[in-house]
């Protein structure tokens, strides 16, 4: 598994100041979930300090990266680069730059912004922790959200995506059809 020292180190160095402090928050976020929910600390550990790991790529070398190496870039993704693809970037990057194989880790931080059907727990985890890690101040249901996070990873999933679906409506944000299709995937689950 990684070495956390080194790859902190490596982060630090790779990302902004606040985005450094959050991408520890939510690594740390992640490993408190994963005590709780019998997963591998060291995978949420690993995935909560890369899932960032493309984020302060300037814009065109995020849709560069995406096209040269052919992960699909779509009409919605385009429009908002930096909030969507530096997720597909970041797992291609944890892979090649970092040396991850666990395709667990890769599809965590693949899909920590628009989540997907029949997730994993670290995958819904690291989605959750991205949310909920303390440096957040402004989603919505916050505080019910970060207590149901230790309860009930799917009903905090759910949630997350419901308020998320909501705000994109009610601002007019553009909606990424992957996040729709895992709404509505959770939504039936539920029935």
Do not use: W
């Amino acid at each position: 598994m990684a070495d956390f020292k080194k790859l902190r180190k490596k982060m630090e160095k790779e990302l902004h100041a606040k985005r450094y402090e959050h991408t520890l928050s939510v690594a740390y976020t992640a490993a408190s979930l994963a005590m709780v929910h019998n997963v591998d600390t060291d995978s949420a550990m690993t995935a909560g300090l890369l899932h960032d790991c493309a984020k302060c790529l300037p814009t065109d070398k995020l849709i560069s990266l995406c096209r040269k190496n052919d992960l699909p870039v779509s009409e919605v993704e385009l429009q908002n680069p930096a909030a969507l693809l530096h997720a597909k970037a970041g797992s291609f990057l944890a892979r090649k730059k970092y040396g991850v194989t666990d395709d667990d880790i890769l599809n965590a931080i693949k899909y920590h912004t628009t989540g997907r059907p029949e997730m994993s727990k670290l995958e819904k985890i690291l989605y959750i922790a991205d949310y909920i890690e303390p440096g957040r101040k402004h989603a919505a249901n916050l505080l019910q959200i970060r207590k149901m996070a230790y309860q009930d990873l799917d009903q905090t999933l759910f949630k997350i995506l419901e308020d998320t679906l909501s705000y994109l409506l009610t601002t007019g944000g553009e909606i990424d059809s992957m996040t729709q299709e895992t709404y509505d995937y959770y939504k039936r689950t539920r029935s």
